[in-house]
């Protein structure tokens, strides 16, 4: 059955075009600095809020049409399945993303759990074969069902613990069944209500164990995805332990992960942490563990994780930015983890807002190139730094100079000559670029 009949596979048209369901910036086949759209971008589709996410909300009921329901559980998730990879040929997007309880209902037990995985994870690899679409990431959802109520590999309850360890091993298994490339731990529920009955050493210690089990049973199957962290500050918890990138790699340096983990960051969780997406990314890189991104965006009058369709091209360049000096993303990716507002719940919106998303990001890439190309801010920075390629500035960074030293100089030299930094000129003409 076709979900999608009355749209056809989106083409790149330009901007004079009138088709909504076109690409306007998007288009695949263009090269850019060596690589074509397609290789920059790597998107992908998510599972959860494209294709389980109802429109429903804390104050309201569920509002979006979707055609796939079937009769059972089990019958709808089949649907699915057809329905999603048909978003997929329609939008000629090449990889996807999911959570285990996305894919295939619970049951009554954790063998029947598996027993739905496999048969819906048998589909899914057949419909992969027929199209060449890519699973970019996968992981486990370890924080919905009351029984992580307290947390999974940071449960105060051992049980739970193991619970948890067992779906990562599946999800580990669904991994190199279906050939993913990476692999996402989100610790929803990883964090504290409270310090007046937690253990916060204790619980990230266990953490840390459950990750390196990962990496172990990666290797003893033969099947070596890029581990991701994907760092949230809060929500569903009141603090939750990978709080931010600079956080993150805390713990990752602390219990000797890196190597085998990077970071997957998602802008609406930078905003929720107080930061602007490209420090989030920033941080990553410097610390070469920038391993693949959620693109959305949250809006700022509201505190919480809306999740919107990314459509603000500053933000995009900045991103692109980011990831242009990182050398890309592979194996990671740009994974839409977005969902269509409530009011936005026709079939078809899901096409359109992935449209809008991926417009977006080719309009980010496309500044982001030229910037670059110009060498606009790497102008900008080397000039503000130049005290440091000469005089004392080198001696200083050649390790040539010690306290005593820079004393005795900085009583001869008391009255530093500084320069402004135009600033506001410099986002002025930062708006040529995107405009």
Known sequence: MAYFSSISNVQYEGTKTSNLFAFRHYNPDEVIEGKTMREHLRFALAYWHTMTQDGSDPFGSPTNIRTWEGSTPMETAHNRVEAFFEILEKLGVDYFCFHDVDIAPTGDSLEQFFSNLDEITDHIKQKMEETGKKLLWNTANMFSHPRFNNGAASSNNAEVFAYAAAQVKKGLDISKKLGGENYVFWGGR???ESLLNTNMKFEQDNI??????????????????QFLIEPKPKEPSKHQYDFDAATTMAFIQKYDLEGDFKLNLEANHATLAGHTFEHELNVARDYDALGSIDANQGDMLLGWDTDEFPTNIYDTTFTMLEILANGGLAPGGI??????????????????????????????????????EDKFLE????????????????RILEDKEDLESLTEYALKNDSPTLESSHLESVKSRLNDYLI
């Open 379 to 394: 102008n900008l920075k080397e000039e503000r730094y130049a005290s440091y390629k000469e005089g004392i500035g080198i």
């Open 335 to 372: 994974n839409f983890d977005a969902k269509v507002r409530r009011s936005s719940f026709e079939m078809e919106d899901l096409i359109l807002a992935h449209i809008a998303g991926m417009d977006t990001y080719a309009r980010g890439l496309k500044a982001a190139a030229k910037i670059r």
């Open 208 to 225: 840390a164990r459950l990750f390196k089990m990962a990496v172990t049973y990666g290797e003893k199957i033969g099947h070596k995805p």
């Open 190 to 192: 990883e964090g504290y």
